[in-house]
């Protein structure tokens, strides 16, 4: 479990920005960061890492204290064995792939651990290429992979999926989930994508001006109820047609265009470029508007 | 023809440059990466030579050096290291004359890395000397070969301050430059001529072949 009181003041571009957080993630959870950027959320998982120190305040993990402002504790970022994916991959463009992984093992490591994460993020036949030559989706691949193979109790994932176009963003989305379920991980992720969001992540902290505005799931904050159906299509409205009583309504969800039936009040409430999600039912498709 | 000038020539520009390579990458990383205030200070000197006539380098080094001065009597006394009109004072004083040839490529390789790749290691457990050898040295070859190269001909074509605190002793302090000078003085112009000539095609070949590997050219040549 990770508890996390901090205060940092961040030099900003129009002025000082106060970020002021207190947040605590179960075991295992999946939790997102959603903000605009310069909210500080890049900020936090630095922080989070050791790569910045907070002002003030305490981050525990597992009842081990990583900093503490009082007593003077702040173990380097060496020392609190973290996977971080970067922004930009930050694949070390001296070594191939599989010398990047094999790069991140620790001291007293045996290296069985390369070959099942290479099979399990299915980068066999990338091994052996340099970073300089793979495709955005590639390099975010092997820039998973590499951040597992330290066997890290917290991963940390700032904006993994921003860079890639949607079909292998939905792919990276299911490799994230797998690594997760195979190496039980507590995992924090940086994303703006509302679908995305909702697919992944167990909680959402919403971020603005260095503050949590909204805690909860992702249907609590972004839909404002908790949906009970299994299927959730999000997307966003292209059109909305009247037709006589009847009211249609075309939706990009993902990369698919899909028309849909819908009640007058429903109608009334949308309008054109509104995040929706859709729950598929019997007779009838819900439409929840995303906040 | 003597080829004793060419060959102190040489010898000095080969231990400078090595010893050059030692101390430039430490103060190259620390000036990359450091916030201190002193840096400007420091930056301000390393760039100094590139500006200063050496003649003026020279003539300090002469007045600190002298065994008639405190320092250079401690240093004469104390070490029996005598500086002036030596080689040991004229590596010294190329050292300090090519610094900024070796320490501002090194710089701006430690400056073109992103930040992440130096973090992604720290964020593995890698300690900063680790760091250092793997990953930051070898992604500025480059950098590296331009500020040994660059430093190397440097300290061929030094004169004002070898002449200062070297003078002209043959075997000794009498490197090219200045037995081209001499040469000259002497009227053997064909002499001169010879000693200019080899300085001419071996500096050129250097840069040359320095501009070759970094431009990729020999890669694609082998390819």
Known sequence: MIQLDIHKTLKAVNGNMDLQLNLEVQKGQLVTLYGDSGAGKTSTLRMLSGLLKPDSG????????????????????????????????????????????????????????????????????????????????????????????????????????????????????????????????????????????????????????????????????????????????????????????????????????????????????????????????????????VN | MNWEPLLLTFKLAAVTTAILALVSIPLAYWLSHSKSKLKPVIETLVSMPLVLPPTVLGFYFLIAFSPNNAFGNWLNEWLGIKLVFSFGGLVIASILYSLPFMVHPIQSGFSSLPKSLTEAAYVMGKSKLVTLQKVLLPNIKTSLLTGIVLAFAHTIGEFGVVLMIGGSIPGKTKVASIAIYDEVEALNYDTANYYSLILFIITFSILLIVYLINGGYLKRFWK
């Open chain 1, 58 to 289: 305490y981050i525990k993990v597992n009842d081990t204290v990583w900093f503490d402002s009082e007593t003077k504790i702040n173990l380097s970022p060496q020392q609190r064995n973290i996977g971080y994916v970067f922004q930009d991959y930050a694949l070390f463009p001296n070594m191939t792939v599989r010398q990047n992984l094999e790069f991140a093992l620790q001291s007293n490591q045996d290296n069985t651990i390369i070959p099942d994460i290479i099979d399990i993020i299915e980068i066999g036949e990338l091994q052996h290429r340099s970073p300089n030559t793979l495709s955005g989706g590639q390099k975010q691949r092997v820039a998973l992979a590499r951040a597992l193979v330290q066997q890290p109790k917290l991963l940390l994932l700032d904006e993994p999926l921003a860079a890639l176009d949607i079909n292998i963003r939905l792919k990276l989305q299911d490799y994230i989930l797998k690594v997760r379920r195979e190496y039980d991980l507590t995992t924090i992720l940086i994303s703006h994508d509302i679908s995305e969001i909702i697919k992944l992540s167990d909680v959402v902290f919403v971020i603005e001006e260095g503050r949590i505005i909204k805690r909860g799931t992702p249907e609590e904050v972004f839909i404002g109820t908790n949906i009970s159906n299994d299927l959730k299509l999000v997307g966003e409205v292209l059109k909305i047609e009247n037709k006589g009583s009847e009211y249609t309504i075309t939706a990009l969800v993902q990369a698919n265009i899909i028309t849909i039936p819908i009640n007058a009040s429903e109608a009334e409430k949308l309008k054109t470029g509104d995040k929706i999600v859709i729950t598929p039912k019997e007779f009838h498709s819900k439409i929840h508007k």
